[in-house]
């Protein structure tokens, strides 16, 4: 038996140490929050998709009673951004959560099935993409979102 071990390499920084690309982007995510529909959790999570020819594409957690039927933010951003903008890369995503009145203090990472669906639109562009997690107290930058799926599904 033979052990191994993957890591996953990231940045801890604040909001001035962003690009004014990426502050651009997290400003975004932190707006789209607005328009999230969740009268269950009370969790508003917002994300901001960066496209390579320079279009922002927002998109918002939406709750239903009939849980599982809601969708994540970044799912609702990504594939909107795909079917709109099909010839276009994802080159960055940026995501924020508010709840209590408050975004939240520390960032909060995409779900298994979030962070599938974006490692695949890495793998159709067969381009990394940048992944931001805004946090009130500090946020957290990934270079590439497989780095925090490594064992995923392959096609």
């Known amino acids: ?55 922002v594409i927002t998109g918002t957690n939406q709750e239903n009673a009939a849980y599982p039927s809601g ?30 009145g408050h975004f939240t203090e520390n960032p909060i990472t995409p779900c298994g099935s979030c962070r599938q669906v974006l490692v695949e639109s890495e793998k159709r562009f067969k381009r990394p993409i940048e992944i931001i997690l805004y946090g009130d107290k500090h946020i957290i930058l990934v270079k590439d979102v497989s780095a925090m799926l490594p064992l995923s599904f392959e096609f």
């Not at 932190?30 to 390579?52: E, M, Q």
């Not at 969708?71 to 209590?100: G, H």
């Open 71 to 100: 969708l994540c933010a970044e799912r609702t951003a990504m594939f909107y951004a795909n079917s709109q903008y099909p010839d276009s890369a994802p080159v960055a995503i940026a995501i924020a959560a508010f709840t209590d």
């Open 1 to 55: 038996m033979k052990k191994n071990s993957i890591a996953c390499e990231f940045y801890s920084l604040s909001f001035s140490e962003l690009s004014d690309s990426q502050q651009r982007l997290v400003e975004a995510a932190k707006i789209a929050t607005n328009r999230s529909y969740s009268p269950y959790s009370h969790f508003s999570v917002g994300a901001a998709v960066l496209l390579d020819n320079d279009v």
